[in-house]
């Protein structure tokens, strides 16, 4: 029979040697544990700090940064619950709410890319239904290696299938996001998920353990090994050779399941049976104990035998760090114990009272009568280590500065570098990967891929709608962090604002490096404090997010890559304004400025492979007069102009229905086709007399007018739409199909 290590035996046998280091521990870092408890940690409370003060559950390293997002945060008479929460919950009318969140789950996604992606899906959903909210839709943002690489084609299709095979099980569409290969990503692909969902304003729930006596109720699916030393190990150690043999730790997800968890919180949500709730993702049943304890300033006595096991010989620091899926933690007071179960076997869900609140602020966990665990919550889930790393700017950054796109060699051939770059991995068409999933299930998506924004219907008589876009580019802040983080955020605020919809709040996920790189750490500092800058700017604050750091191959790390997702309010969605052009007879034109900026850019780099530079310049005070005159105007149609240029929006927007155009360009035609400068939308109205005046001061150009059977650029070339649309629809089908 195995020795459980109790609290009993800890205390007899206080010099007992522990593998600490083997789980990501530092030697102080032990030693303080030690000197919070007044003795060693036993086994199963080596694994909780392990677990709670790794850099994926602490924030360790991040948390100096992080600060700023409080301290410059614009007031906002919307949020309802915001950093720190499972996720952030902005009111968005009278009567309703809207919760979102963008969290990362990247390494288990490289081990085994289908249950990465599945339960990256799952547990951000989870998130969501643990505000009191009903999930309607979700957006994933996903970066792979070089398209090429043998291992890609794995990684691509499993985490695809994963994607989709969740959600669309799940009965949510997948209503936008981004794809993008590059070679750094080769080992270390980005699987960045966001759901949303919406909520009466006063169904608002809480984490909180409140009540002494309160009964902690397990529900959802079974315990099993799946997991263990899952998330919160793998994104807090950087991947060597081989470490997509660690297929263990990777859990494992069941859509169905999580289909009748969400069904069954919203009835004890409507009845008001729930006290306290919170999902158990990463951490498992460690972090749900500690956090809805500590969050409620009590204490909670726990016992292991009563969880439900999928495998009966696991021993309790298993059960602890178990990071199976489909589970949430409730507190239920003594009277609706009975109710909720009933609750719980009406949807076939398992519902099992696991123990109770208590007087004092001591986590007791019990295993068969044995204490494995007694210690204060809030050392597990507030107060961890805090780490303000060495910063130092990368020493190859001024050269890198140095060496611009715009000295390199132009093309000569115009239409054969448009083809080119309509083709290539990050700006063709990427149909192939969202028609594996389901965009208009419920029936309320307005707008989705491969619109800007993906539009969602709230309210069928109003016809109140959500709007949301999420943007990152890890070259522009390789180029200059803080900046571009700035850019980020510039262009998921500019796609929600060219639906009709006014942006009103922010959640991120921060994918880097390893924070014991100074360098990494510098880049992490400079794109907080762009993020934060911008918000400021903005006059929009950020609602929550997620880190994820030791994104890396041994030494090498990957560009730095901020994800910003923005939300917006659109009152009408039957009034929004598509990407794509209409029809003939329409007057397309540019809003914005366009300059010679070619760095970072996609022609820079599918042409000449080369990043050097500095970013597009960002004006968010531009930003905020264009979206205003976006909201304002009378559109047709508008499309942002980002990656590829105007290049890039023009084949999108002809090919979205098939209506041609022809344009005529001023100055440098090579410039006006694929520089990236940002503060750009390419519209079509039928009054553009109307439109310049309700531009102001935002500049106008008239490009020509929409009609015919090809994209012609007066004096430059033509192209049939049909030879257009093989280009920029055949790649991916073509590579992984």
Known sequence: MTTIDTVELAEKNPDEEQPYAELGLQADEYERIKEILGRRPTQSEL????IMWSEHCSYKSSKVHLRQFGEKAPKSDRMLAGIGENAGVVRVSDTLAVTFKVESHNHPSFVEPYQGAATGVGGIVRDILAMGARPIAVMDQLRFGAVDHPDTTRVVNGVVQGVGGYGNCLGLPNIGGETVFDPCYQGNPLVNALSVGVLPVDRLQNKAAAGVGNVVILMGAKTGRDGIGGVSVLASATFEEGSEDSRPAVQVGDPFTEKLLIESCLELYDAGLVVGIQDLGGAGLTC??????????????????RVPLREPSMLPHEILASESQERMLLIVSPENVE?????????????????????????????????VVDCPPGSLADDGPVYARPLREPADLILLQADRAETLPRPSDLRATLLTLVASPNLCDKGWITEQYDRYVLGNTVLAQPEDAGLVRLDEESNLGIAIATDGNGRYTRLNPYEGARASLAEAYRNVAVTGAEPIAVSDCLNFGSPEDPAVMWQFAEAVRGLADGCQELGIPVTGGNVSFYNQTGTVAINPTPVVAVLGIHEDVTTRTPMGFAEAGHTIALLGETREELSGSEWAWVEHGHLGGQPPKIDLGHEKKLADVLRAADLVSAHDLSDGGLAQALTESVLRRGIGA??????????ALFSESAGRVLVTVKDVDALRAAAGDIPVTVLGTTGGDKLTVEGQFEIPLTELAEAHQGTLGKLYG
């Open 47 to 50: 694994a909780m700090y392990s």
């Open 288 to 305: 749900a104990l500690s956090e809805t304890s500590s969050a409620a300033g009590l204490g909670m006595r726990a016992y292991l035998e």
């Open 339 to 371: 109710a909720v179960l009933a609750v719980c076997e009406k949807w076939g869900v398992l519902g099992t009272a696991i123990g109770e609140v208590t007087e004092g602020e001591r986590l007791v966990i019990s295993w068969n009568e044995h204490v």
């Open 662 to 671: 022809t344009v005529t360009l001023t100055g440098d035609a090579f410039v």
